[in-house]
Nanobody
């Protein structure tokens, strides 16, 4: 069964940190280029970080230097370490493939990140 399960979100003060995890099942994880997306209220979902099968990473400008994406192919898990969080990082965070693939039919429930004092 194809499944993506995100976890690790929560409420954090500005300047704080969180580490998100996304566990995949039912897929050949090691060959997939993966990404973390976020969707804030009233906004479109955006790709904020990507990691390809070789481990190369890329980030949207707004999170460069603060977020780090990584992966563990043995655990079929992709991570997002988020440091120096800002209120504008508040959103529901999802993982999926970095470009449109059949896995886009299987979005998880996401994990809520709220940055507020």
């Amino acid at each position: 069964q194809v499944q993506l399960v995100e976890s690790g979100g929560g409420l954090v003060q500005p300047g704080g940190s969180l580490r998100l995890s996304c566990a995949a099942s039912g897929v050949i994880f090691g060959i997939l280029d993966m990404g973390w997306y976020r969707q804030a209220p009233g906004k479109q979902r955006e790709l904020v970080a990507g990691i390809n099968r070789g481990g190369s990473t890329n980030y949207v400008d707004s999170v460069k230097g603060r977020f780090t994406i990584s992966r563990d192919n043995a655990k079929k898990t992709v991570y997002l370490q988020m440091n120096n969080l800002k209120p504008e990082d508040t959103a529901v965070y999802y993982c999926n493939t970095a470009t449109r693939t059949a896995l886009w039919n299987y979005w998880g429930q996401g994990t809520q990140v709220t940055v507020s004092s």
